[in-house]
C-alpha cells in the first residue's frame, strides 16, 4: 500500500518536476522580465498535485491535516524574511517583520500541534491504559 | 552559485512538502509527515536567510524568537480549543500576506516604479484583499468559536446583508482593477489603504451571518484562503516555493471544504449567503412533546444484554469532557464480549475531522472510529445505539421533513437500532437550534444529565453490578 504512495508521488514529481525545474531556470534579477507563464503554470500543476495528494488523506486525520498545511502555509516566511532583511526603508522593513512573526507563530505551533495530534491515534493494540 | 543553491533548496522543499501530505494518507505513515514539513521549512529558511541581499540579520532573529514564544504556548491548547487555534492561525496567514503585499506596494512604488507591472499588480491586489479578509472573517471565526463575549455566537443578520456584503467585495475589486492598470495614478494613496480597509471590512461581514454549525465548513474556506493568499505572494515576489505550498494550502481547504458541505448537503453559496440557523424561531412554538426517561441502571442491563453498541459521540460530549469516561465504557463493554464502534459524522465537532482527535486523546484506538456511511451499513444490527451529546447528525427528519433547516443533510441512522439512548444535559435544542425527532422516537429513552457523570455511573453500574 504504501510503496502504491510511494509509486504515485515519484510519478508526481517526474511530470511536475521539470516544468518547476525549467521555471526555476529563469534568474532572479530585479531587471530580468518575470516568467509570469510558467507560475501560472506551476501553480496549476501544484494545484492539481495537491487535490490528488489531499483526496487520499485519511478522514482520520483531517484536523492534524488542516494544522499541518496551516504550517505548511507559513511557506509565507520566505515572503517576509525577503522584506524584513533588505536593505529596504524601515517603514517597510517593520510589517515585513509583522509578518515573519505571524508565520514563524504559525510554523512553530502548526508543526507542533500536529506531531502532539498525531502521537494520540494508537492502533488497537497500543491502545487502553498506558 | 547562491541562486542555483537557494532554487534547489526551494525545489526540495516542494518535494518534502508533497511526500510530508502523502503520507497523512494513513495514521501509521502521519507522524513521518511533520519530520519532512519540519526539513522542507528549515530548508525554506536558511535558503532565503543566505542570499547575498539579506543584510539585516537581528530584526529577522528577533521575529523568529517572538514567533517561537507566541507559537509554542499555541500548540498546547486542549484539544477542543483546536478549531480556534487554527482559525487563529489562519489569521496570521492572512495578515503575513497581507503585509508582504502591502509592504512590496510601497517598497516599488517609490523606489523602482517600473516593477509594478500589470501582472505583478494584479497579484498585489489579490494578495492583499484575500489576506486581509481573511485575517478579519478569521477572527470573527476564532472568537465565535472561543465564545468570546462580544462576538455574537447567533447568525448575525440584517436585510439586504447579501446585497452589501457582495457590494464591498464588488468596490473593493473595481478600485483594485483601477490599481492595476494606474498603479502610481493620481488618487492610488488612498486607493490603496481603501482596498485594504474594504478588505478587512468584508471579512467581518461575511462571517458575522454564519452560525456556529457551520463554522467547519468555514474554517475549511479560511484555510484555502490562507493558501490562496500565498500563492498570490507568491506571484509577486516570483518565487515557486510559495506558489506550489499555497496551492497545496489551497487544495486542501478545498477539499475539506467540500467534504463537509456535502456533509450538510448544502452549497458553498448557501453556507456564506444562507445564515444557517435563522430557522430556529419556527422549532420553539412546536407542540410539547414527551421525552422517556430511563435510569442509570435500566440502560446498564439493556447494555449488558447487546452484542453490537454503536457510540455516537458529539461535540457535547467534548464539551463536558466526557471522552475518557466514554472509552472506561467501551472498555467496559469490550471485556463482556460486546463489540463497541464509534460513529463519527463528517461534522461531527468544530471542524473536520475535530471528534477524530477528540477520541483518540482518551485513547480510542482509531480503529474503532467509522465513518458515517460504512456504520449506516451495520445500524439495522445494532442492539443498543448510544448518542452522546451529538444532536442534528442523529435527527430523522433531516431525511424527510422538507421544512427543517437540515433537510437533505446525510445522517448516521441511529433512529435504525433495536434500543436508542440518548444523553443530554437538559431539554434545550442543539448547537443549530433544532428539535430532535429522534428523542420522541419509542425506541429511544433519554438519560439526563452532564455526559461525563451519566457515562461515569453507566460505567460505575457496569464494573459493580454483577459480571465478574
Known amino acids: 500500500m504504501t510503496q502504491r504512495v510511494w509509486r504515485r508521488v515519484v510519478l508526481w514529481i517526474v511530470c511536475a518536476g521539470p516544468v518547476v525545474a525549467n521555471a526555476q531556470s529563469t534568474p532572479e534579477h530585479a531587471t530580468a522580465p518575470i516568467d509570469q507563464w510558467s507560475m501560472l503554470f506551476v501553480f496549476v500543476l501544484a494545484t492539481f498535485v495537491g487535490l490528488g495528494v489531499i483526496v487520499r488523506v485519511s478522514r482520520l ?70 | 552559485m547562491t541562486h542555483a543553491i537557494v532554487q534547489l533548496a526551494y525545489l526540495a522543499a516542494t518535494v518534502l512538502f508533497v511526500l510530508s501530505l502523502s503520507w497523512m494518507s494513513h495514521p501509521r505513515t502521519a507522524r513521518r509527515s511533520v519530520r519532512a514539513g519540519v526539513a522542507a521549512m528549515l530548508l525554506a529558511v536558511v535558503a532565503t536567510w543566505i542570499q547575498p541581499e539579506i543584510i539585516n540579520d537581528g530584526w529577522i532573529i528577533l521575529a523568529i524568537i517572538a514567533g517561537f514564544v507566541v507559537g509554542v504556548p499555541l500548540s498546547r491548547v486542549p484539544l477542543t480549543a483546536v478549531p480556534q487555534r487554527t482559525a487563529l492561525s489562519h489569521a496570521f496567514g492572512g495578515l503575513a500576506a497581507g503585509l508582504v503585499g502591502t509592504a512590496k506596494y510601497y517598497l516599488w512604488s517609490s523606489e523602482s516604479p517600473e516593477e509594478l507591472t500589470t501582472f505583478r499588480m494584479i497579484a498585489i491586489v489579490t494578495e492583499v484583499i484575500l489576506g486581509f479578509l481573511t485575517l478579519t472573517g478569521s477572527l470573527m471565526a476564532a472568537g465565535k468559536l472561543q465564545e468570546v463575549k462580544w462576538i455574537p455566537q447567533r447568525p448575525v443578520t440584517y436585510p439586504g446583508q447579501n446585497f452589501i456584503n457582495l457590494g464591498l467585495l464588488v468596490i473593493a475589486v473595481a478600485i483594485g482593477a483601477v490599481l492595476v492598470f494606474q498603479p502610481l495614478g493620481p488618487w492610488s494613496h488612498l486607493m490603496f489603504p481603501a482596498i485594504i480597509a474594504l478588505a478587512l471590512a468584508f471579512g467581518v461581514l461575511l462571517v458575522i451571518p454564519i452560525g456556529g454549525a457551520d463554522m467547519p465548513t468555514v474554517i475549511s474556506i479560511l484555510n484555502s484562503y490562507a493558501g490562496l493568499s500565498a500563492v498570490a505572494m507568491g506571484f509577486v515576489l516570483d518565487n515557486k516555493l510559495l506558489i506550489t505550498a499555497g496551492a497545496l494550502d489551497g487544495s486542501s481547504g478545498l477539499i475539506l471544504s467540500i467534504i463537509m458541505c456535502r456533509a450538510m448537503n448544502r452549497s458553498f453559496a448557501n453556507v456564506l449567503f444562507g445564515a444557517f440557523g435563522k430557522v430556529q424561531a419556527r422549532a420553539a412554538t412546536g407542540e410539547e412533546k414527551i421525552y422517556k426517561p430511563e435510569t442509570i441502571e435500566g440502560a446498564a442491563q439493556v447494555l449488558e444484554q447487546a452484542s453490537l453498541v454503536v457510540i455516537v459521540p458529539g461535540y457535547g460530549m467534548a464539551v463536558a469532557q466526557a471522552q475518557h469516561r466514554v472509552h472506561e465504557l467501551a472498555e467496559q463493554l469490550r471485556k463482556r464480549g460486546i463489540t463497541v464502534k464509534f460513529a463519527i459524522h463528517p461534522v461531527a465537532g468544530r471542524m473536520p475531522g475535530h ?22 451499513a451495520d445500524m439495522s444490527q445494532c442492539d443498543v445505539a448510544l448518542v452522546i451529546g451529538a444532536n442534528d447528525v442523529v435527527n430523522p427528519a433531516a431525511r424527510y421533513d422538507k421544512s427543517s433547516p437540515i433537510y437533505g443533510m446525510p445522517i448516521i441512522d441511529a433512529d435504525k437500532a433495536k434500543t436508542i439512548y440518548a444523553i443530554k444535559r437538559s431539554k434545550n435544542p442543539g448547537f443549530a437550534g433544532i428539535d430532535n425527532e429522534l428523542y420522541f422516537n419509542d425506541k429511544t429513552f433519554m438519560l439526563f444529565g452532564d455526559a461525563k457523570a451519566v457515562v461515569g455511573e453507566l460505567v460505575k453500574q457496569l464494573s459493580g453490578g454483577g459480571g465478574h
Do not use: C, Q, W
Open chain 2, 355 to 376: 471528534m477524530n482527535v477528540l477520541l483518540a486523546e482518551a485513547n480510542v484506538p482509531y480503529s474503532d472510529l467509522v465513518e458515517m456511511d460504512d456504520i449506516n
Open chain 1, 61 to 130: 486525520l483531517h484536523t492534524p491535516l488542516m494544522s499541518i498545511t496551516n504550517a505548511i502555509s507559513a511557506i509565507a516566511v520566505v515572503g517576509s524574511i525577503i522584506v524584513t532583511g533588505s536593505d529596504y526603508p524601515r517603514n517597510i522593513r517593520i510589517l515585513g517583520a509583522i509578518a515573519l512573526f505571524a508565520s514563524m507563530t504559525n510554523i512553530v505551533s502548526g508543526f507542533l500541534i500536529t506531531e502532539r495530534m498525531l502521537k494520540m491515534f494508537k492502533t488497537t493494540g497500543e491502545g487502553g491504559k498506558k
